[in-house]
């Protein structure tokens, strides 16, 4: 259909007339976008057809990733490249007067996912449609995304991402696939034969039903699935349509707790129905998709001991954890084998990946909660608990102490980590320092019983939608300069090394970062009431907002910088603009405050006469996937400030590399993989290293209040947040801030590393005017950042946890 832009505008312009009923200059930008996409995954259709059947005749290991979150973004855009028809869609639209870009920008954000970690299993997604394996996505259909957020007056404000709103012109309903789930009721056991048998009764019926959404993979005819599942209610109104029956208002409750199943991702879970509802949610998941997964298996024909020789299923942190209870229920209770054979098969099947060693990442859930929504999974849980701590006893005779820390139910909760690690064959970390900090630290005890399980995964980005999307004159020019082969084969990035000094490939650098600073400038301009110089040094800090992530540091060195000013307005420093994205969640009151901060001094900077011409702060509302696309190919600091030891991994530290942006990072997470292959003249490196952070927690030596008193420059800006200055105006908005630092101690060592970090600013002032040098040291970054395209991680994750193979499709495409 699409062998040339002649068929292809044939195609487009019926497709408008036949389905609108509308002339193409009838036809609105979403008409015109919904044809479109429309179009594209009908186009993708054949392949995914034939690449189910594929995977069924070869009989290949599938891959099944869980996560709770998929922040997938748009997928015109990169369908398109994928299936190798872009260039000749965005020409043949140009012939009908149309811009792809203008199109792209209709689409709805699919934001189901909160950060880094929703982001990682989209990746994946794309790396493993075009490493050809069979992995699909299992996850929740949520009617509303991550929220959308709006700043007024300076403060977040959080509105419903209803982005089903459209119609969402990717997916596909799969009525026929859906399947029960129960929750709440009884369990009654009995011996039956010389077995127990265990009856679930009374308990409440719910459908998940799927909806599917192709997974293209790029250049190649494999299309797999990400399955998402959406609550319906099991009941209909009928009988009940009576509000005069009692059973009427029975039906509304019903029905409206269905619906909150798959409503909201990350519903308020501050309240007990809100954490209920949360653990409902993940059963939902697991059930479902462990249903559908076991049914597709049940076709092999093949005997459930060798469920672990064609089914890995992968868990993304420990949400999706109850598959290891769910799936032990369906073998013991459905399928009828033994307790041993049955852990040995789920055992040996599942894998999970940590993404997180701070504690609220650590889920629990109070027993009285799990028994009562699901109580058959409970009674597995607690079996499963008690063989565990049976074998620490035996390994560990009388050590109590080491037990209690250890066991999956303690202290009236379930322990979700520990559940996790009993029950898989793997657990990997997402960075060196992280797993060895997994390893020598947060999960050592379990390390000591379980050493061959614990591996190291270092996270990866799709260099297809980071780059080649995203950025496409940066892709080009690596094309020209070394061949093709990196698309396919991203480490060979580092070919460009050897250039990184040709000073004609310097300037195309040059040129292209100055384009694309230029585009986001005019984007800026055009969305907010401020003026951007787009030969300003572009400093970016882009990411959730939380404590460790120290978005406060940076502030605090902008109000640093404008001090400085204010004392010398002839002082030579670099002009800058600031750049932030960042989304708080609605209930983490520091985190907004901090939202406020910046705005704040953004509001003071910005409107100073002398100051502004130095220093622009911008707070670009609603970071997601999109936005990300337009802010790194313009970057040229990528921030990545962390508290040493608190982010596992970080993936924007790789996606700004990949776009040739300077990092100014502490020794944390992915951070330090990088500066071993850049080299320390290329980064920006400052502030304490994890073992400084963990000996200071550890003998409590630090003190902020001695650093705040004997450092004027930081008393000063401290004393801002609170005293009357530019900043606080009438309010006492930054009070919290100020005791968060003060008052309980520095829990994020902000003011210890303040000192380093300002020095290693003015390093980035003073080489950034060596513009030659930074260049060369723009290309290095690129040529090393092939080892964190997210086909690496995906082909070691093949290799080492899933031992899978890839599985060719050929057929039905046709490419430009
Ligand atoms: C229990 C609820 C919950 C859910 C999500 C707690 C915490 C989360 C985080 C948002 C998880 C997350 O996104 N972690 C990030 O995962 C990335 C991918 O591995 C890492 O690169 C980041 O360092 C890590 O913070």
Redesign the pocket.
């Known amino acids: 259909m699409f062998t040339n832009k002649t068929t292809f505008k044939q195609a487009f312009v019926d497709s408008i007339e036949n389905k609108l009923g509308k002339t193409l200059q009838e036809a609105s930008g979403l008409d015109i976008y919904n044809v479109l996409g429309h179009l594209i995954r009908e186009y993708i259709g054949k392949d995914w057809m034939h690449t189910n059947k594929e995977y069924e005749a070869q009989q290949e290991k599938q891959i099944y990733y869980f996560s709770?979150?998929f922040l997938i973004g748009r997928l015109l855009g990169n369908n398109l490249l994928n299936l190798g028809t872009l260039q000749l869609v965005r020409e043949a639209l140009q012939e009908l007067g149309l811009n792809l870009e203008e199109i792209e920008e209709q689409e709805h954000d699919a934001g189901l996912g909160?950060?880094?970690?929703?982001?990682?299993a989209a990746c994946f997604l794309d790396s493993l449609a075009t490493l050809q394996y069979p992995g699909h996505g299992c996850g929740i259909r949520y009617q509303y995304g991550l929220f959308e957020q709006k700043i007024i007056n300076g403060y977040q404000v959080e509105l419903p991402d209803y982005w089903l709103q459209k119609e969402y012109v990717w997916d596909i309903r799969r009525s026929d696939k859906k399947v029960g789930v129960r929750f709440g009721g009884h369990v009654i056991s009995r011996e039956l034969n010389g077995r127990m048998v265990y009856e679930h009764r009374d308990y409440e019926h719910v459908w998940a039903v799927p909806y599917d959404v192709p997974v293209v993979g790029y250049h190649y005819h494999n299309v797999n699935t990400l399955r998402l599942w959406s609550a319906e209610s099991s009941q209909e109104l009928g009988s009940y349509s009576n509000p005069a029956d009692q059973n009427y208002y029975k039906f509304l409750a019903y029905s409206r707790s269905v619906q909150s199943i798959s409503e909201f991702l990350?519903p308020d879970d501050s309240s007990y129905e809100g954490k209920q509802l949360r653990l409902k949610q993940q059963y939902f998941l697991c059930s479902a998709g462990l249903q559908s997964i076991l049914r597709t298996f049940d076709k092999s024909g093949l005997s459930y001991y060798h469920l672990p020789s064609k089914v890995a299923i992968h868990i993304n942190?420990?949400?999706p954890t109850l598959l290891i209870p769910e799936l032990m229920r369906i073998l013991i209770d459905d399928k009828n084998l033994g307790w041993e054979d049955a852990w040995d098969i789920t055992t040996q099947t599942i894998s999970y990946?940590n993404?997180?060693t701070?504690s609220?990442?650590l889920?629990k859930w109070p027993v009285h909660m799990v028994k009562e929504l699901l109580p058959r999974i409970y009674m597995i849980i607690e079996e499963i608990n008690e063989r565990f701590c049976h074998l620490l006893w035996n390994l560990y005779p009388g050590q109590f102490n080491r037990i209690a820390q250890m066991a999956i139910i303690a202290d009236d909760q379930v322990k979700m980590a520990h559940l996790a690690i009993v029950g898989s064959y793997s657990i990997n970390g997402?960075?060196e320092l992280?797993t060895q900090i997994l390893k020598e630290r947060e999960m050592k005890l379990f390390y000591e019983v379980f050493p061959q399980r614990f591996n190291n995964k270092t996270?990866g980005i799709t260099h297809r939608r980071w780059l080649m999307h995203a950025n496409p004159k940066l892709s080009n020019l690596i094309t020209e300069t070394i061949g093709h082969q990196w698309i396919a084969e991203p480490e060979q990035l580092i070919r460009l090394a050897p250039h990184a000094q040709d000073s004609s490939l310097q300037e195309e650098v040059a040129r292209i970062k100055q384009q694309n600073k230029r585009k986001l400038a005019t984007y800026i301009e055009r969305n907010y009431p401020i003026s951007i110089d787009p030969t300003s040094l572009f400093d970016v800090l882009a990411k959730?907002l939380h404590g460790y992530k120290r978005q406060l540091l940076s502030v605090l060195h902008i109000m640093h910088l404008y001090n400085q000013i204010t004392d010398n307005p002839s002082i030579d420093m670099l002009p800058r603009t600031f750049i932030f994205g960042a989304k708080a969640a609605p209930n983490y009151h520091l985190a907004k405050k901090v939202i406020k901060l910046i705005h704040s001094v953004a509001d003071t900077i910005n409107r100073d006469p002398i100051a502004s011409k130095l220093i622009k702060v911008v707070f670009l509302e609603n970071y997601g996937v999109s936005l990300a696309e337009k802010i790194m190919p313009a970057a040229e600091i990528s921030e990545q400030i962390s508290t040493a030891g608190k982010?596992?991994?970080?993936?924007s530290n790789m996606k700004f590399m990949m776009n040739g942006a300077l990092t100014i990072a502490t020794l944390d997470?992915?951070n330090i993989e990088m500066q071993n292959l850049v080299g320390q003249e290329a980064m920006f490196i400052f502030g304490l290293r994890s073992e400084e952070i963990a000996h200071y927690n550890q003998f409590g030596d630090y003190q902020a209040k001695l650093l705040y008193e004997s450092t004027p420059s930081i008393k000063r800006v401290m004393d801002q947040l609170i005293l009357n200055s530019p900043y606080t105006r009438a309010n006492n908005d930054f009070q919290d801030i100020y005791n968060s630092i003060l008052k309980t101690n520095d829990e994020f060592f902000v003011l210890k590393d303040f000192d380093s970090y300002a020095a290693a600013q003015q390093r980035i002032d003073a080489e950034y005017r060596q513009s030659r040098s930074w260049l060369e040291k723009s290309i290095i970054n690129i040529a090393h950042s092939g080892k964190f395209a997210s086909d690496r991680t995906i082909a070691e994750y093949a290799s080492e946890i899933w031992d899978t193979h890839p599985v060719p499709v050929h057929l039905a495409r046709v490419h430009s």
């Open positions: 709770m979150e909160n950060g880094g970690l929703g982001r990682l990350y942190d420990t949400h990946t993404h997180t701070l609220e990442g889920e997402v960075a992280h996270n959730r982010e596992a991994s970080g993936t997470g992915a």
